[in-house]
């Protein structure tokens, strides 16, 4: 069983690299995930390769010569967009080389069906249930939008969920085969962990449902071992009851050592922070986060820490970085490497500059906010969220992906229709900032 994947990928990938790595998860294999331009240049290498595990390469057409300079290799693959599979013929008889379009859902399928490495586990039919039950759009506006408060795509995201459970239950009993069951039977979990989380918004009403998502874990583990996506999960459904929630760190804690992830080291700083109250532990593993891989809304949180004990010059300095390092990323030519979480830490940020200002220097604080002014405006343009928002809409189904779109905007293009829906969902992270401060 493959327990996880390296995913390299181009700055220009991100919104690919998303697409996959959400399905991996939900698939029961961990990503490690790793930019381009972070990566060694060894490790564009054949020889340098680790046999054992599955690569994928994400690649833009700056970055073609990652397939030029290796020859074909069992368990590598390269992943690259129709238009740049098309105007390199050599390409098209590599078995390693796969094209996608995305405006064509079989391309992905077709791809994942030449990928064959160390076992007759098939994906193809996981990825079909991912697509054709909107998955990839559904997960991302529950975890970066809906996680914590209930919001106009709850009822969405739940029929999508029970859809896909669905789905898997009619394909479990008639076409899944000993070696697929147990991705199957972990799919299945995911989706009833969000089926979960938006049924019952209270942690109260949740606490019998999670305990019998927890056995159905365990007896995952008890077949393959506690792997980090299984670890990943079941820390997941922890974190949805007040009896369990604590345990969520020692699942996260296995991951660690498979991965030094820091988005995992965030998580677990935030369970000692909200659930153990132990401020001091939290800001370990947010210093952890941050050093591992300059991850800012761990920094944010050290700021914040800063700032809470009188110490403001420090506070000050760190919001101001993470300030400069989203400016520099919003002003990035790659369209699509900005996040919704980028754009409400840019707001907050400023916000937060300019209270320390206004308190210790007695700032009148206007050039702050004519320019909190300035990025509301302008953040529809800059945030370039429209494209991964666009392709999640492709990659998903048609008769479903109605959200928030009236009959008069039906009239429109799928793009004025995207453009709609990234304007509610930034409508959405608006409310949440002002009810913030």
């Known amino acids: 069983m493959i327990k996880k994947i390296y995913i390299t990928y181009d700055s220009n990938e991100t919104v690919t690299y998303s697409f996959w790595k959400q399905f991996f998860l939900m698939s029961g294999v961990w990503v490690v995930g790793n930019k381009l331009e972070n990566a060694n240049k060894a490790d564009f290498y054949n020889d340098q390769i680790d046999e054992y595990y599955l690569h994928l390469y994400l690649l833009a057409e700056k970055s073609l010569f990652v397939i030029e300079e290796n020859d074909v290799k069992q368990n590598v693959f390269y992943f690259i967009d129709e238009r740049n599979y098309v105007a390199n013929p050599t390409y098209h008889d590599r078995t390693d080389v796969l094209m996608y379009n995305w405006k064509q859902q079989n391309t992905f399928i077709d791809a994942i069906k030449k990928i064959d490495f160390r076992e007759d586990i098939k994906y193809s039919k996981l990825l079909k249930i991912y697509i054709d039950t909107s998955l990839w759009l559904s997960t991302w506006l529950y975890f970066d939008l809906a996680y914590e408060k209930i919001t106009e795509w709850d009822s969405w995201i739940l029929d999508n969920s029970v859809m896909a459970i669905e789905n898997l239950d009619i394909l479990k009993k008639t076409h899944v085969s000993r070696a697929d069951s147990w991705h199957y039977e972990f799919m299945d979990l995911y989706c009833c962990y969000i089926r979960t989380a938006i049924e019952n918004r209270e942690y109260e009403d949740r606490k019998t449902q999670v305990q019998l998502l927890l056995e159905r874990g365990n007896l995952l583990a008890l077949e393959s071992g506690w792997q980090p996506a299984l670890c990943n999960l079941c820390a997941a459904i922890s974190s949805l009851s007040p009896l369990e929630n604590k345990v969520a760190i020692v699942y996260y804690k296995g991951i660690l050592e498979y991965d030094k992830n820091s988005q995992i080291m965030y998580n677990i700083g935030k369970i000692y922070e909200k659930v153990y109250g132990d401020i001091e532990m939290a800001v370990r593993y947010y210093t952890r986060a941050d050093e591992n891989g300059r991850y800012y809304r761990a920094r944010y949180k050290i700021a914040s820490y800063f700032e809470q004990k009188g110490e403001w010059k420090k506070a000050l300095a760190i919001y101001e970085s993470i300030f400069e390092a989203l400016g520099e990323k919003f002003e990035n030519p790659s369209f699509n490497s900005v996040t919704v979480y980028d754009i409400e830490y840019y707001i907050k940020v400023i916000i937060k500059i300019k209270n320390i200002l206004t308190q210790k220097f007695s700032y009148s604080g206007d050039g702050m906010d004519r320019l909190i002014e300035e ?63």
């Open 375 to 437: 990025k509301k405006e302008k953040i529809v343009n800059l945030s370039h969220l429209i494209r991964m928002v666009y392709c999640m809409r492709q990659m998903a189904n048609k008769s479903s992906v109605k959200i928030n779109i009236d009959k008069n905007s039906m009239q429109k293009g799928e793009w004025q229709r995207t453009l709609e829906f990234l304007k509610d969902i930034l409508k959405h992270v608006q409310r949440r900032i002002d009810l913030y401060f």
